[in-house]
C-alpha cells in the first residue's frame, strides 16, 4: 500500500493535472487515481493452481466543455504522458454532443468520515506473509476433503486487495482514502458419478480479524453440499418458498437493478413511475447505507466525491428513493443519493431490513414449501419485474427438511414477492454488499415435471 507521502504525491500531481485542463479552456476537470496491491490464490486437491501478485495504479481523467464529455486512463504517470493525455481529451470534448446534464456535482460537501473513522482498512492485509495465505487456502480444503463424502474440489481461494481512492476535481475537491478487503471460500462435488451435486461458501471483510476461521469455511461448504445429495423430482405445484439469505441477496441485487435512477430515465425497469407509491407490504424495508463502518459498501464519498449516506429506499412498503449519481439525478430532478460507481449507478451497503424470527422457526413453521438454495441461468426482466430460474432446494414436510430437489424452474415477480413476503429472519449478515436475511414468500410457482 502507498505511503501517507504517496497519497499528498498523488493529490498534487492530480491538482497540478486538474488546473492543466482548465487552462486548456475545460470547464470542468475531474481526475481520479486509484492504487491497487492484490493478492490471489488458489488451491485445488492439495496444489496450487493459480497464484497472483500484483500492484496497479491508473489515472482516469474526465472533461467537461461546453456539457460534451470525454474520458481518458492512463497507467502511465509521467507528466509528459498525462499532459498529452489531457490535450487530447479536451479537443475529444469539443467534437462530443452536448448535453446539459453533464457536469460535476455542485457545492461537494467535505465528508463527514475518511478510511479509519470508517474502519473500512486493515493495514495487516499489506504486511501478511506469503506463506500464511497459502496456509490459509490449503488449510480450508484439507479440511473439507477429510469428509468422505465430498468427492471433488472445485478449490479454494484467498484474496487481499488493498487500495488507495484520490480523487480530485475542479470545483476544490480534493480528498483520498484507504480500504482493504480479505476473502476465503471453497467449492465443493459430491454425489454419484451420474447425480454430482455442488456446494460452496465463502466470507469477506474488511480485516483480516473477522474472516471466518478455514474450519468454519470449509464445514459450511461441506454441509451446504451433502445436503443436496440425492435430489428427487417434483409436480409442478404453487407453494411457499423460503430464501436463504444467498438467495434473498441475488433477489436484492434484482431490486437494486430497478431502483436505479439510470435504469428510471432509461426506462427500463417497472418501477419508473413508482416514487412514493406502495410497491411492497409493510415488512419491507430497504436500506442503502455507506455509512455503517466497517463493512463491505462502507466508503466516504462516491466516485463523484459525493459523501456517501443513509438512504431509505423502501420504507414498509414505499418506494421513496431512487439511486442517483449526478447525471442520473439532473434527468430526475433529484438529488444525487453518493451512488456514483464509474460512469453509472452502484450499491453501498444495499440490505433488506431483518426481522425477529430464526429460519429454523420459519422452516418449522412451514408446512409444505420448498427452501431455496441455489439458482442458475438468467431470467430476470427489470422492465416487468419477471423471474423465471432454473433452482435447487430442500423438500418440507410437516415442518422439516425432508429432501432435496432438482431440475425446477421458480417462476413469480418481483413485485408480486415484495407484497407476498410473510416474515423475514433474523440471520442479516454483512458478507456482501447487496444482502438480504432469510425470507419467507407466501407462494410461488415451483416448475418441476
Known amino acids: 500500500m502507498s505511503s501517507?507521502?504517496?497519497?499528498?504525491?498523488?493529490?498534487s500531481l492530480a491538482e497540478e493535472l486538474v488546473k492543466y485542463g482548465c487552462s486548456l479552456g475545460a470547464?470542468?476537470?475531474?481526475?481520479?487515481?486509484?492504487?491497487?496491491?492484490?493478492?490471489?490464490?488458489?488451491?485445488?486437491l492439495g496444489e496450487i493452481e493459480n497464484l497472483l501478485e500484483s500492484g496497479s495504479r491508473h489515472i482516469g481523467i474526465r472533461v467537461i466543455k461546453d456539457k460534451k464529455t470525454a474520458f481518458a486512463t492512463s497507467s502511465d504517470f509521467s507528466k509528459q504522458t498525462l499532459r498529452g493525455l489531457m490535450k487530447n481529451c479536451v479537443k475529444r470534448a469539443e467534437l462530443a454532443n452536448p448535453d446539459k446534464y453533464n457536469g460535476l456535482p455542485y457545492g461537494l460537501e467535505k465528508p463527514t468520515a475518511n478510511s479509519t473513522g470508517l474502519d473500512i482498512f486493515d493495514p495487516s492485509i499489506a504486511s501478511m506473509p506469503l506463506n500464511k495465505k497459502i496456509h490459509l487456502a490449503k488449510k480450508t480444503e484439507s479440511i473439507a476433503l477429510k469428509d468422505k463424502r465430498i468427492t471433488n474440489s472445485f478449490g479454494s481461494s484467498f484474496e487481499t486487495k488493498t487500495i488507495q481512492n484520490t480523487l480530485v476535481n475542479s470545483s476544490g475537491f480534493a480528498e483520498t482514502y484507504d480500504e482493504s478487503v480479505c476473502s476465503l471460500g471453497l467449492g465443493l462435488q459430491a454425489g454419484e458419478p451420474d447425480a454430482k451435486v455442488e456446494g460452496y461458501w465463502s466470507c469477506s471483510r474488511r480485516h483480516l480479524k473477522d474472516l471466518e476461521f478455514p474450519e468454519d469455511i470449509a464445514n459450511k461448504a461441506v454441509s451446504r453440499?451433502?445436503?443436496?445429495?440425492?435430489?428427487r423430482k417434483i409436480e409442478t405445484q404453487n407453494v411457499p418458498v423460503i430464501f436463504e439469505p444467498l438467495m434473498t441477496s441475488w433477489l436484492m441485487e434484482f431490486l437494486f437493478s430497478c431502483v436505479s435512477a439510470v435504469a428510471v430515465y432509461q426506462g427500463t425497469t417497472f418501477l419508473s413511475n413508482k416514487l412514493g407509491k406502495r410497491i411492497g407490504n409493510k415488512l419491507i424495508s430497504v436500506i442503502d447505507d455507506g455509512l455503517i463502518s466497517g463493512k463491505l459498501g462502507t466508503c466516504p464519498?462516491?466516485?463523484?466525491?459525493v459523501p456517501t449516506r443513509k438512504t431509505m429506499v423502501i420504507e414498509n412498503g414505499i418506494l421513496k428513493n431512487f439511486l442517483c449519481n449526478t447525471y442520473a439525478a439532473r434527468r430526475l430532478d433529484l438529488i444525487s443519493?453518493?451512488?456514483?460507481?464509474?460512469?453509472?449507478?452502484g450499491p453501498n451497503n444495499f440490505y433488506l431490513a431483518p426481522g425477529i424470527m430464526s429460519p429454523d422457526d420459519i422452516i418449522a413453521g412451514t408446512d409444505r414449501g420448498l427452501v431455496l438454495v441455489r439458482t442458475i441461468g438468467h431470467g430476470l426482466n427489470p422492465l416487468t419485474g419477471d423471474i423465471s430460474r432454473g433452482a435447487f432446494g430442500l423438500w418440507?414436510?410437516?415442518?422439516?427438511?425432508?429432501?432435496p430437489v432438482s431440475e425446477i424452474t421458480i417462476t413469480g415477480n418481483l413485485g408480486i414477492i415484495l407484497n407476498n413476503i410473510e416474515i423475514l429472519g433474523n440471520d442479516l449478515e454483512f458478507n456482501h454488499q447487496v444482502i438480504g436475511p432469510t425470507i419467507k414468500i407466501g407462494e410461488l410457482t415451483v416448475a418441476g415435471q
Request: glycine share 10%.
Open 27 to 44: 470547464d470542468e476537470t475531474e481526475i481520479s487515481i486509484i492504487e491497487c496491491d492484490e493478492f490471489n490464490i488458489e488451491v485445488r
Open 301 to 305: 464519498f462516491d466516485s463523484e466525491g
Open 225 to 231: 453440499t451433502v445436503r443436496l445429495i440425492n435430489p
Open 4 to 11: 501517507k507521502k504517496n497519497k499528498y504525491d498523488h493529490i
Open 337 to 345: 443519493t453518493g451512488n456514483a460507481d464509474g460512469t453509472g449507478v
Open 396 to 403: 418440507i414436510e410437516k415442518g422439516e427438511i425432508a429432501y
